[in-house]
Every structure is written in structure tokens, then in C-alpha cells.
Nanobody, 124 residues
């Protein structure tokens, strides 16, 4: 059984930076794709970024390109999301997810395990 635990959320100011982390428990973390999604109040969950398992290929949503970086540390079973130049519209609950059957995907339906989410609020 895989468990994912996010950390690093909080209240941040516009223009600042954020680094979220997600720690996974379970076997063979390095084989699986990891993704970050977010859900703002009243909106559907949306894809932010993903990274494949062994070769570390990345995929980003168009609306965050240039501001977001995803990385992973397979030895520590963690995946991180760096968000720069924060905007109020980045306010959301951020979730990490793990996909066992796809090497790199932006579809939430293709992720099998989800963390509980961490709140990020961007406000002055």
C-alpha cells in the first residue's frame, strides 16, 4: 500500500516562492510517475506538473510553464514542486499523486494514489 504525505503549504505573499514536498511510502517508488495537482475553491482539480520514474522526464501545465519546477529524489522517495512568482490565483489545495501504469501523464484518472493535500494561500 502506498501512502503519500505532502508538506510545505501555508500563507505566502504574491511574488514569493513556494516549495512543496511529498514523501511516499511503499515499494519501488523510483519506478512510478509522480504528479502534482491543485484544486481551488469551486473549481475542478487541475494538473500542474509530473515527472517520470527512472529517467526523470517532466511535463508541465501550460499555465505554469516557466514558474514551476518538479523534481524527485528516488533515494528519499520524495517529489518536490517549486513554484516561483506566486500569484493569488495559485491559491489552492495542492495534491501529489502516484501513477503505477503510466510513465508520464497529466490525467488525474491515471493516478492511483493521492496524498491528503496541503493548502497554499497566496495573499498580501
Amino acid at each position: 500500500q502506498v501512502q503519500l504525505v505532502e508538506s510545505g503549504g501555508g500563507l505566502l505573499q504574491p511574488g514569493g516562492s513556494l516549495r512543496l514536498s511529498c514523501e511516499a511510502s511503499g515499494p519501488t517508488f523510483e519506478n512510478y510517475a509522480m504528479g502534482w495537482f491543485r484544486q481551488a475553491p469551486g473549481k475542478e482539480r487541475e494538473f500542474v506538473a509530473a515527472i517520470s520514474g527512472l529517467n526523470g522526464n517532466t511535463l508541465y501545465a501550460d499555465f505554469v510553464k516557466g514558474r514551476v519546477s518538479i523534481s524527485r529524489d528516488n533515494a528519499q522517495s520524495t517529489v518536490s514542486l517549486q513554484v516561483d512568482s506566486l500569484k493569488p490565483e495559485d491559491t489552492a489545495v495542492y495534491y501529489c499523486a502516484l501513477a503505477t501504469k503510466y510513465s508520464l501523464t497529466r490525467s488525474a484518472r491515471q493516478y492511483d494514489y493521492w496524498g491528503q493535500g496541503t493548502q497554499v494561500t497566496v495573499s498580501s
